[in-house]
């Protein structure tokens, strides 16, 4: 069983990629804990766990997270009890993570392989735009996406999430998990 950290650009595509392989029994997800707002979807409990900030600035102060970090004005953060259930169930699993998050994991669990999706910056921007995020949201996301980009060399794996070809990258993930299923 191996801990897949996923890591990569706002609106790669990482969410939806890590979710189908999941419905394809190649690996359980951790469910971070947030203080962003819901987006239409998503279910409290099953996509993040959503906290106020005082309720994620207390578990941060009581060390529950393996993680903790602010990205775009949100807390976002794995706890260490999450990650042990999951470990549980026997089979790999994956958290996604901001880059500070990758980096306090890796440091925790130096095993962890790390994955970095990315997208072009009209790929990310177009699809953003078409899940419902504001104007405003995807404006602040996109303008880090240099940025986040400078970090893909710290990962075992960079892989392109192609407009249109999402099968094709599912089955590129697919292929780096089953290289881990004899650990």
Known sequence: MSIFLITGTSGAGKTSLTHELKKCGYWDGCISHTTRPMRTGEVDGETYYFVS??????????????????????YYGVSHAEIEHTMKKGNHIFIIVAYDGYLQIKEQYPDAIGIFIWATKEDCFNNMIERGDSPASVNERISTYEQEMLNRYMYDYVVKNVRGKFSDTASILKGIVNQYNNY
Do not use: L, T, W
């Not at 900030?53 to 949100?74: L, S, T």
């Open 53 to 74: 900030k005082e309720e994620f600035k207390r578990m941060c102060e009581n060390n529950e997270f393996a993680e903790c970090v602010i990205y775009h004005g949100d």
